[in-house]
């Protein structure tokens, strides 16, 4: 009786064995990603710098996509690369650091400077 009882372990460790060598040699399978699942990188800032020469806003829609409201004093960007802030916030233009006081289809850049655009809170 022994004997069989041995001869069950070695058969079961077998099993084992074989199955952890199966586990860890097995590619682990993808789920398919779809669209309600996958989720969106968006951009909160847009970042480049100036040419000489050329204005804030040529670069922009040079290197985004990039959607404009035209108002009297000029294009005011509603979003850039599909994202859209809220009504409570605004695409921002900052011109080496500091908030532009000009808008950026006015203002030339030249090579030295660093625009940004961020997602700002509209404050009253």
Sequence with gaps: ?????????????????VGIIYAFTQQ?????????TQQKQTVSTVEYQGLDGKNAMEILKS???????????????EAIDGVKPDDKHFWA??????????G?????TKNSDHIKWQIDEIKF
Excluded: C, L, W
């Excluded at 682990?28 to 309600?36: L, Y």
């Design 104 to 108: 950026a289809d006015q203002y030339i």
């Design 1 to 17: 009786m022994t004997f069989k009882r041995f001869e069950t372990f070695i058969i079961v460790v077998i099993i084992a064995i």
């Design 63 to 77: 290197t985004h996509q990039v959607e404009v409201k035209s108002f009297s004093f000029g294009e005011m960007v």
């Design 93 to 102: 233009m900052y011109v080496n650091g500091a908030f532009s006081q000009v």
């Design 28 to 36: 682990p399978v993808k789920s398919p990603i779809t669209e309600s």
